[in-house]
């Protein structure tokens, strides 16, 4: 019997894996499309056509073009949660934990640039339905653990720690965002997205929120 069990194991094996690369083409072409257009812009056939298979096979997996959605959003805010769950914010000092927070922020904003196009369309066609239905805020969570922490030891000013988690997190998306249109503030010519001006970028950015924060002798 146990035998028969390990061969009937081995003969899944191969079609799990199947199941989870198509799942995973399925959840890379549909990024790419809601990046383009959103929730509602989004074409489902567009989407099967990129990878090769039916829309009943999306269905299958996702039930519907919003659950298709949200698993997208959900991949998304593993990722983040996985870069942040590596940072140290606890035996270091606020001000170290809170740039070694910005620094992977950054990174991980730089790397997924079609999440932040989709969450800008969520926020104009959802009103950010499902952006709190996936516990996006969780990202939030630990800059507001350390602000607060920072505040407590007197390394930070007083400041209310979600209104700044916000502005930090902001600062971190709109240049990766918006890079088509600040890049006229620059020559022309000038590539916002190039590797030296991403790390330009990346370098002011941690150096403005960690500036902005600290107390000063007033405080």
Known sequence: MNKLKSRSLKQQTPAVRD?????????????????VGGLLGARTEAIAAKTGVTKCMIFYYFGNKEGLYKAVLER???????????????????QNALRNLTEAILNTVETHANLHRILIYENIQNEGKF?????????????????????????????????????????CVQ?????????????????????????????EAVEQVVASVLATDSD
């Open 19 to 35: 199941a989870e690369a198509t799942k995973n083409s399925i959840l890379d072409a549909a990024e790419k499309e809601f990046a």
């Open 76 to 94: 998304g805010l593993s990722d983040f949660v996985r870069s942040l769950q590596g940072i140290d914010i606890h035996s270091v000092s606020p």
């Open 131 to 171: 952006y709190g239905q996936i516990a996006f805020a969780s990202v939030y969570g630990p800059i507001v653990e350390v602000l607060k922490r920072g505040i407590a030891a007197g390394e930070f000013r007083k400041l209310d720690p979600i209104h700044v988690a916000v502005n930090i997190v902001g600062l």
């Open 175 to 203: 240049y990766f965002g918006f890079s088509h249109n600040v890049k006229h503030l620059w020559p022309p010519g000038t590539n916002p997205s190039s590797k030296e001006m991403v790390e330009a970028h990346k370098r």
